[in-house]
């Protein structure tokens, strides 16, 4: 167990929608990390909070945001969902904001029809 | 495209035998490095990383070894079980240019362990 919580772990959706994913990060760490994984690209970075404000922004789509609140947690809001967007969405935590020594949630993953 | 990659997209091993698993970079201005094992329906779990001012680092069965010359990084697993049978990714710690330092992932490398 990497102590990095994902909700939920299954979500089946319709194009059109609006899904949020929820991350709680390891206690103690202040970084939550969001990466997409599909078949045909692998392990893509999304974005990073550090702290509460976001720290880097990978590939994600503008329909696609994040924030971290207060306690740490994230949320990862997917709209405008269409049919590529199915994957798996893993939260990632570490201690510090250096992208380094990351430990992955079991992720949630997302089916849209 | 991502610039590390994997020599091998399968490997299968024996039970008790030693694995290699391999990975190659692009970037030389790469300053860390780091292992990940994923096995089916979970998230990838951290196995071991090194910093590029090492060439080798030990961990529990297994071995990463830096070679920065070839821009070449492995993962040794010894005395390989069957609950070592997953997909192994590799990823480099990169600046690529104006975005500040982040992890890019390989393809992975699926494992297999026979009894």
């Known amino acids: 167990d990497s102590g990095v919580t994902q909700t939920p772990k299954h979500l089946i959706t319709a194009t059109g929608q609006r899904v949020t994913l929820r991350c709680s990060p390891r206690?103690?760490?202040?970084?939550v990390y969001w990466y997409q994984q599909s078949l045909d690209q692998g392990l893509q970075f999304l974005i990073q909070y550090y702290n509460g404000e976001e720290r880097a922004k990978g590939n994600i789509l503008e329909r696609f945001s994040a924030q971290q609140f207060p306690d740490l947690h994230s949320e990862l809001n997917l709209s405008s969902l269409e049919l590529g967007d199915s994957a798996l969405y893993f939260c990632?935590?570490?201690?510090?904001?250096?992208?380094?020594?990351?430990?992955f949630g079991s992720g949630t993953q997302l089916s849209v029809l | 495209g991502e610039s590390v990659g994997l020599h091998l997209p399968t490997l299968s091993v024996q039970e008790g035998d030693n694995s290699i698993i391999n990975c190659a970079y692009s970037?030389?201005?790469?300053?860390?490095f780091i292992w990940y094992k994923q096995e089916s329906g979970k998230g990838p779990q951290f196995i071991i990383d090194?910093?590029?001012?090492?060439d080798k680092r030990q961990g529990q069965r297994v071995t990463v070894l830096l070679n920065k010359t070839v821009k070449h990084l492995s993962l040794q697993i010894a005395a390989t079980q069957p609950g070592d049978s997953a997909v192994y990714f590799c990823a480099e710690k990169s600046d690529r240019g104006s975005t500040l330092g982040r992890l890019y992932f390989g393809r992975g490398t699926q494992l297999t362990v026979w009894p």
């Open positions: 090194i910093r590029s001012n090492m």
């Open positions: 990632a935590s570490s201690g510090g904001q250096g992208h380094e020594k990351l430990f």
């Open positions: 206690s103690g760490d202040l970084s």
């Open positions: 970037n030389s201005a790469s300053d860390y």
